[in-house]
């Protein structure tokens, strides 16, 4: 896909609705990847490390429910991302539900 911004949420139906937003708004996603619900941490740092370090991505947009996802696990992947891998992206990060307020 041609856009600079990269999606990752927990859950494809997320993922897309995520994208025509964006899209109405005028951004242009890379492309997504849906974390799951119950996904594990390297997982989630393998997700985040791999568009932290893309050249092409100049956005990270992080948009997930926690229902099944702890969305405390997801803001500990996405600070031990950064600190691993110092790079001058933006990031847009929305937590809601299952431990979303200890989160931020």
Same mark, same amino acid.
């Given at each position: ?9 927990? %859950? =494809? =139906?997320?993922? *897309?609705?995520? *994208?025509? &937003?964006? =899209?109405?708004?005028? %951004?242009?996603? #890379?492309? !997504? ?6 996904? !594990? ?6 997700? @985040?490390?791999? !568009? ?8 990270? !947009? @992080?948009?997930?429910?926690? %229902? *099944?996802?702890d %969305?405390?696990v ?6 031990? #991302?950064i600190? &691993?891998?110092?790079q ?5 990060? &929305?937590?809601k539900? @299952?431990? =979303?307020?200890?989160?931020n």
């Amino acid at each position: 896909m041609p856009g600079n911004i990269a999606i990752v949420s927990n %859950g =494809a =139906a997320l993922a *897309m609705a995520t *994208m025509d &937003r964006l =899209a109405v708004l005028g %951004g242009e996603s #890379s492309g !997504f990847v849906d974390i799951g619900g119950k996904t !594990f941490h390297e997982q989630i740092q393998i997700v @985040l490390d791999m !568009f932290l370090n893309d050249p092409d991505t100049e956005v990270i !947009f @992080l948009n997930c429910y926690g %229902g *099944m996802q702890d %969305g405390s696990v997801v803001s500990a992947c996405l600070i031990d #991302s950064i600190k &691993r891998n110092v790079q001058n992206k933006h990031i847009v990060v &929305r937590l809601k539900g @299952l431990s =979303a307020v200890s989160a931020n």
